[in-house]
């Protein structure tokens, strides 16, 4: 094993902190959301703002979690995650308001495939094909999901609106998957840092538009509303603040200790558990189309990965015997013909000497 690959017990426990978290912050938003649908901008602030103070006290309390030095430069640098973040994040939120819990991983089916093309283009190298074969049965999991079906009752079908808004928080994801690592290096390669500067980043480039919104007099009216539960939102508030913090962290981790292949696994291995989460929680509708969907999904990705992982090993001895042997062919062959022309003459000479028997 390399030393700068992560041991598996490490890879197993960021993978599982990452999907834990995920999950709840999934259900604890839906609820939220649910309760208070006109304050999107708002309730997300709320948790960007949240993870900063968690992040300052942290410093206070564990000696490696160190906040950086804020300066124009690392901003400017950092400029590009924080923009592809923060909009990710806004459309993330509105999809999630718009559609069923179990259909959130689908509306969002697309993040692999996008995160091949993304990476490819950001590389400069082209997929191989059975690359390609995975990121199309996850696009054809993705139209299953979406596609329309007399089985689904009005109230429960997507908008094109909520899927547009599932499609553009794919592209954005897929956009910070790959620059995450290519920003760490500005942050000293530290996660914490990163994460620090996204969340403070982000509310800072958010908070301009809550108010353009019109959120701040929209929750004065709702407070003054006795058919509001304010609790859902200010508990949901603190709850997905805190672990939106930790989902931040564990996203991070989850990129930087395994790989984006890795980290888009855990992900779609999370939306199975989503999915019979959202049917038991919010009763959400589970049709044979979307069960299929889900499952194409899931295949393709795990397809997917298992495609990188032999991709990545390095040739067995015996390939590397085998392509010596292959490399030394034509040589042999030439060496054979050159001794057969020997044993020819030599043949010839013993029958001129015999007479010609």
């Not at 160190?66 to 973040?85: M, Q």
């Not at 990705?301 to 015996?318: G, L």
């Not at 054979?336 to 010609?356: F, P, Q």
């Amino acid at each position: 094993m390399s030393p700068a690959q992560p041991p598996p017990v490490k890879i197993v426990a960021v993978v599982a902190f990452y999907m834990s978290a995920a999950l709840v912050m999934v259900f604890v938003n839906k609820a939220v959301l649910n309760s208070s649908p006109d304050l999107p901008l708002l309730f997300l602030l709320n948790q960007l703002l949240m993870a900063v103070v968690l992040l300052h006290i942290s410093a206070l309390c564990i000696q490696k979690v160190e906040i950086p030095k804020l300066d124009l430069d690392s901003a400017r640098k950092l400029t590009p995650v924080i923009l592809v973040n923060i909009i990710g994040l806004v459309f993330n939120t509105l999809c999630l308001r718009d559609v069923e819990a179990s259909f959130f991983q689908i509306a969002r089916g697309l993040v692999l495939p996008l995160t091949i093309a993304v990476s490819s283009a950001h590389l400069s190298t082209k997929p191989s094909i059975r690359v390609l074969l995975a990121s199309g049965i996850v696009t054809i999991g993705f139209f299953l999901g979406v596609a329309p079906s007399s089985a689904i009752p009005v109230s429960a079908k997507p908008s094109l609106l909520s899927l547009f808004y599932g499609f553009l928080s794919s592209l954005f994801i897929a956009f910070h998957t790959v620059l995450i690592k290519s920003s760490l290096p500005y942050c000293n390669n530290s996660t914490i840092q990163l994460a620090y500067w996204t969340n403070l980043g982000s509310a800072i480039f958010l908070a301009p538009f809550v108010v353009l919104h019109g959120e701040p007099s929209r929750i004065m009216e709702l407070i003054n509303t006795p058919s509001w539960n304010g609790s859902v939102f200010f508990w949901g508030s603190l709850v997905t603040g805190l672990f939106g913090f930790l989902l931040c962290l564990a996203g991070l981790l989850s990129i930087k200790v395994t790989s984006p292949i890795t980290h888009m696994f855990s992900s779609a291995a999370r939306s199975v558990i989503q999915t019979l989460l959202g049917v038991w929680i919010f009763r959400d509708l589970l049709t044979v189309n979307r069960a299929a969907s889900i499952l194409t999904i899931l295949g393709g990705t795990m397809y997917y990965t298992w495609v990188k992982h032999v991709e990545s090993q390095p040739p067995s001895p015996r390939e590397l015997d085998l392509e010596a042997l292959q490399g030394k062919g034509e040589t042999d062959r030439l060496a054979t013909v050159l001794e057969e022309d020997s044993d020819t003459d030599e043949e010839t000479e013993k029958r001129s000497h015999d007479g010609g028997r």
